[in-house]
């Protein structure tokens, strides 16, 4: 059995999201962000998904965020407007425990529900497990593109993989 519970964002996870996304665009190239936002801006980030209807799920453990998932648009053009991206992040002293494959399962029925019709993971190349997880849920590997983020001094390549829902 399970000991966390997945539910729908709310606005007092904003400090814990922000500080789990912090962590992220701090130290590692998973994000391609360079500059964490604070409060506001997460806050604002999520009030336009919410907005626009879109899965946005946390993860929780007596009361404490352990991450979440959402998707969103995949580029903002109209065109585009049933393809998705999905985000996410886990604290990282959560990661291997199975809430990825949790928060994963439950945003795919979600943004089918939510009438997205396609998928995309865009992810940094050398994020294994984040590739790997996605594989297992039978995304297909569509694209990869070179030396496309600098960040530490370092430049990264993506992969693109998608699935249809
Ligand atoms: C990527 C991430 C969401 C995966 O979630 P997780 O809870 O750590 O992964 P799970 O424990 O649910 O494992 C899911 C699958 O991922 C793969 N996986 C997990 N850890 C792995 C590792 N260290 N190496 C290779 N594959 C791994 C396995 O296929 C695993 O399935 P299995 O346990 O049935 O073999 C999570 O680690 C995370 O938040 N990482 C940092 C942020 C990030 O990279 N986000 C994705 C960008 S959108």
Redesign the pocket.
């Known amino acids: 059995m399970s000991d966390f519970l997945l539910r729908p964002f709310a606005w007092s996870d904003v400090p814990a999201i922000t500080q789990i996304y912090r962590h992220?665009v701090d130290n590692t190239a998973?994000t391609f962000d360079t500059e964490a936002p604070g409060e506001q801006g997460i806050a604002e980030k999520y009030a336009g998904l919410l907005k626009l209807g879109h899965p946005v799920i946390v993860a929780e453990r007596a009361g404490k965020v352990l991450?979440y998932a959402y998707a969103s648009f995949y580029r903002p053009r109209a065109a585009y407007r049933f393809t998705c991206e999905?985000?996410?992040?886990?604290d990282?002293t959560?990661?291997?425990?199975?809430?990825?494959?949790?928060?994963?399962t439950e945003l795919l029925v979600q943004s089918k529900a939510h009438g997205f019709k396609q998928m995309l993971?865009v992810?940094t190349a050398d994020?294994?497990?984040?590739i790997?997880?996605h594989e297992?849920f039978g995304f297909e590997r569509v694209g990869y593109y070179k030396s496309v983020g600098l960040k530490f001094d370092r430049w990264h390549d993506i992969v693109h993989l998608q699935k249809a829902l």
Do not use: R, V, W
């Open positions: 992220y998973i991450g999905d985000s996410i992040y886990l990282p959560e990661t291997g425990k199975g809430l990825g494959k949790a928060l994963l993971a992810i994020t294994a497990n984040s790997a997880i297992k």
